[in-house]
């Protein structure tokens, strides 16, 4: 599975960007699908997924501002990022398993390149 993400940039302060997972490969609905961030001198942070069943989790930094859909047709994840915050800044993965793996990041077995997401005050 090759993932590819897009949709980063700069925004303001209760803005919004719609960050988007494209993937490749077989069988993508199968997959749980996170995204995770990283920002300078932070640990790697999970941000929200979605499970092959559709189950959606969010971590609680982002609950009622993120929304993360999925499109197996178009092998496509979004993040839809609302309320955005200067402490939102950071670099943007998504991540691939299909072991059913939710939260731990170790145990994605695929990543992205990631995608900068910087959001000024």
């Known amino acids: 599975v090759q993932l590819v993400e897009s949709g980063g940039g700069l925004v303001q302060a209760g803005g919004s960007l719609r960050l988007s997972c494209a993937a490749s490969?077989?069988?993508?609905?199968?997959?749980?699908i996170g995204w995770f961030r990283q920002a300078p001198d932070k640990q790697r942070e999970f941000v929200a997924a979605?499970?092959?069943?559709?189950?959606?989790y969010y971590g609680d930094s982002v609950k009622g501002r993120f929304t993360i859909s999925r499109d197996n047709a178009k092998n496509t994840v979004y993040l839809q990022m609302d309320s955005l915050k200067p402490d939102d800044t950071a670099v943007y993965y998504c991540?691939?398993?299909?072991?059913?793996?939710?939260?731990?990041?170790?145990?994605?077995?695929?990543w992205g390149q990631g995608t900068q997401v910087t959001v000024s005050s």
């Open positions: 490969g077989r069988a993508f609905s199968s997959y749980v």
């Open positions: 979605t499970g092959a069943s559709g189950t959606l």
């Open positions: 991540a691939a398993n299909n072991r059913g793996v939710v939260f731990a990041s170790l145990r994605y077995d695929y």
